[in-house]
């Protein structure tokens, strides 16, 4: 019996290891069997390809696993997350993902679904697989991949990313531009509308960006091509696309968007025909449902450019302040949107002090707070219209109109970024204390209404733009003004808890550009201008095509 099974298993090494002779004698079936090794394949690493350049894990990325031995998939590939699992909990390969052999004979590679969740920066522990821990992969000996002789494959590796925290590379916009607006869609989509090419040239465009990707909103894919942008009946009967700059753009309740005023060109031709550029009194509503911009029932009771735009707690969109260049002044008048009625309303409640350059910030109270900026003014003892930095706060409310708000811990600024978080607190970032450039932190505190400050920039800048993520804010780009006014390429990512900021070095210096934090791990920069310009107006800079993410330390 004993020779016999050994007869048995000699048949079966023979069936699954290529060369094997027949009809060898005992001896020959001893040797074979004494000498036999097992091969296996162990994995050594795991690589994830951002393949859309999204910033993030996405449908159609992948994740290609290397092993220290050639390897072959068995068995059913649709079950394949039975063998390769994410220890993490909460990550996942998405619905539909895929595996296949390649692009190594050492290698697979896992395409991933929609809907994957994965945390690509940091280093998976595998002491520590609680929710938003870095990613790791695990692969489990099973019917899924396989050594030549069908001899398990197994291993655990971190999964590794060019997304280190810092800079990386995006797609381009289709248009290079400045001084747009950027408003995040309800479906994770971003509009960008308007702005200024180089040469002060407007950028008639508008674009969509879905998962890394830039598509005119005229495109035929995006539907509703012919609403696909925003367009007015000229004085001589011809239709005209809208070009503007210094406008704004709020996101309703029900996911459209305002778009409100600014400076540009809307169809209005001087008296020999030729266009005319003004402060716009026309507003737009773009539905991303059907992806089509359609004019607002009525226009601005006042034209206005750099103005504020702040959704209330009713829905409706308080619009105040901005410069008008009819009297070439800061107004104050304050006007509210119903979109409703798709009307704006003219308020008798002004503002207690014409300001633009600043911001407006919702409080739980449902009144808004103007906060610093600047004005351009006549005042009785100056007829002439000059700049005057706007000092400390203004409390707005709909009822009785403006009134002093809280002291500015820091003294008067303008120019600067800020960040909203849902408590009703804010902080501003850097800006101008006069002509000099701030470093300064400001936290506004809505449990006592105080400001106070929270801390420096790691360097001074004015017009950065600024994001909440994870646990702090990223202060990004700006211009310096020390003899010449010059696009900075850093940002600074500040800590909330320890008050403290990082910096880091961007791939592109950029001013008048936006961001927009697509998700709780990175934030998209988009556009801007860059070079050593001439004016705060960034015009004679040169616009930029130019994206780029920062990925969250």
Known sequence: MRNKFKLFTFCLICLSLAGCGQGESNSV????????TLITAELISAKFEDIDLSGDDSLGDKIVLKFDNDVTLIGAPVSFKNTI?????????????TIETGPSSSEVTITLGAGSNLLLTGTYNSNKTEVNKPSGIKVEQGNIISVSSGEPVFGVADIESTLAPGFIAANELNEARGYHTSTLLNDGRILVVGGLSSNSAFAYTNEIWDTGTWTDTRDLSLGGATGGS?????????????????HTATKLNDGRVLIVGGKGFEGKLDSSGNPEVSDLESAFLYDP????????????????????????????????GGFNSTVRQTIPYVEVFNPDTSTFTDLNNQMKLPRE?????????GDVLFVGGQLFAVTPSNPNISLYIAPNSELYSL???????????????????Y???????????????????SDLITRYNSSNDTFESAGYLNSARAYSQASPVANGVIVVGGITTDNTIVAVSSADFYNLETQTSQSYSMLNDRFLHQVVAVNDKEVLVIGGFSGTMSSYSGRDGEAQSSCEFFIVP
């Open 357 to 365: 350059g600043g911001s407006a910030h919702l409080l739980p109270s």
């Open 85 to 97: 699992s994410l220890p993490v909990n909460g990550d996942s390969f998405g619905v539909n993902a």
């Open 29 to 36: 079936n001893n040797t074979v069997t004494d000498t036999q």
């Open 419 to 437: 960040s909203d978080f849902s408590n009703g607190d804010f902080y501003i970032f850097g800006g101008q204390n006069g002509s000099d450039d």
């Open 289 to 320: 449902v059907t992806n089509t911009f359609s004019q607002t029932s009525s226009s601005l009771n006042f034209p206005r450019i750099n103005h504020y735009a702040t959704l209330l707690k009713d829905g409706r969109v308080l619009i105040a």
């Open 399 to 417: 009822i009785v109109g403006g009134a002093d708000g809280p002291l500015l811990t820091d003294g008067p600024r303008r120019n600067y970024s």
């Open 230 to 246: 925003m367009i007015a009946q000229g004085s001589n009967g011809s239709r005209y696309y809208i070009g503007r700059y210094g």
